[in-house]
């Protein structure tokens, strides 16, 4: 375990789970990942030793295959990927909120049917929600699902940065559907499709079109997702219940800005580490910087910053597993994790100084990957609108 955001209460399992997981990471992830990311190639190998770990049925039940384990074990574990490379992370991440989301809303039938397979990573989930002109308002959706006479439904439109879309197998789809309700986010469906890795056409009437080229964040696949007269059935609905889309997905996305802040807290974690190591490595003015007042206080700033992402997180985590509502405790994890994650990095690049610019220090990746958690699972923006709501009606006056 790093020196830095340390766990009370941990069970003997949970520390045996995250020792092997931080095994891994030194051993197979950190030393690779600079080539996968040059290449941006996927980390096919990476990835299948993670299935013979059991990651991909982390939380997932154990009548279901899984190892049963709790949201915060799952955070520390993704903590841990991501101090390594974040994109290890991504690859968990969708697949992840689509097992939550089938384990808290769906069939018995549909559990059954994915759960067992997703546990293995034999199945690969991922999620769609943003469309190209949508950015944060959901409601808006326009992907449309019709129903047609046979009782199935008949989908049309575009949705847009669908992380793992070329190389996931199952993707939850949250179009528009025509229920009558007088609230957009009423009409909102969550469709499961579906489909084989690849792109292009992969099946009729859905198309991956290819990767859409990114600042950081590479290895992982981000794709548009286009349905042309996709024929999908009533039963492929989640929980098969029309109109329940919009509280499904948030369900899922409230525990995904735990995952984003645990994702947040390792890339903040690894940038302080490389900074730590190199302050005290380089030396001016006869001796090392870190013995200058300046980069000290810089350090101290840091550790702290790091410090306190990680026990937010930790609680948001905690507090989701104890059945407690965590919507502002998520927000305010998410929200802080990420900005001080990105001002840690920052401050880990200076350190380095122009040596951070070269592509042959780490930190120069970490400058590209940590500007995607200001923005994923809901920018700062959107989480502060959260917890201010939430704020003004606890304190109303």
């Not at 990311?37 to 009548?63: C, N, R």
């Not at 841990?80 to 808290?104: D, K, P």
């Not at 789809?173 to 489909?195: I, Q, S, Y």
């Amino acid at each position: 375990m790093t020196k830095l955001a340390q766990t009370l209460g941990l069970t003997e399992t949970q520390n045996e789970i995250l020792a092997t997981v931080r095994r891994f990471v030194e051993k197979e992830i950190i030393p690779n990942a600079p080539e996968f990311e040059k290449s941006d190639t996927y980390p096919q190998a990476i990835v299948d030793h993670m299935k013979d770990m059991g990651l991909f049925g982390l939380m997932i039940p154990e009548e279901y295959g899984g190892l049963g384990e709790s949201l915060l074990t799952y955070a520390l574990c993704v903590e841990e990927l991501a101090r390594g490379w974040m994109s290890i992370s991504g690859v968990l991440n969708t697949h992840f909120i689509v097992a939550y989301m089938l384990r808290q809303h769906g069939t018995e039938a549909q559990k059954q049917r994915f759960l067992p397979r997703m546990a293995t990573g034999e199945t690969r989930g991922a999620f769609s929600m943003s469309e190209p002109e949508l950015g944060s308002d959901v409601a808006a959706i326009r992907t449309r699902a019709t129903r047609t006479d046979d009782g199935n439904y008949t989908i049309d439109g575009q949705k847009m940065w669908l992380t793992n879309g070329g190389t996931s197998t199952l993707v939850a789809v949250l179009v528009r559907t025509d229920e009558g309700a007088d609230k957009p986010h009423r009409n909102l469906t969550a469709f499961l499709v579906e489909k084989p890795v690849g792109y292009g056409e992969v099946a009729p009437g859905l198309t991956i079109p290819g990767k859409i080229d990114k600042l950081g964040y590479k290895g992982i696949d981000t794709t548009e997702l286009i349905f042309d007269g996709y024929v999908a059935n009533a039963d492929d609905i989640l929980g098969e219940a029309p109109g329940q889309g919009f509280f499904q997905m948030m369900d899922g996305i409230e525990v995904g800005r735990v995952n984003v802040s645990a994702r947040a807290c390792g890339v903040g974690i690894r940038a302080f580490e490389l900074a730590v190591r190199y302050a005290q490595q380089r030396q001016t003015f006869g001796k090392p910087i870190a013995e200058h007042q300046a980069i000290a206080f810089q350090l101290a700033e840091m550790a702290t910053k790091v410090e306190a992402a990680h026990l937010m997180m930790v609680n948001a985590a905690r507090l989701k597993d104890s059945g407690e509502r965590n919507d502002v405790a998520a927000g305010m994890a998410k929200y802080l994790a990420s900005e001080f994650c990105s001002e840690v990095t920052e401050q880990s690049f200076r350190i380095h100084g122009g040596y951070g610019y070269s592509k042959e220090y780490e930190i120069e990746r970490l400058m590209r990957d940590a500007p995607f958690l200001l923005i994923g699972e809901g920018t700062s923006e959107i989480q502060k609108n959260i917890i201010s709501k939430r704020l003004l009606a606890e304190y109303r006056i």
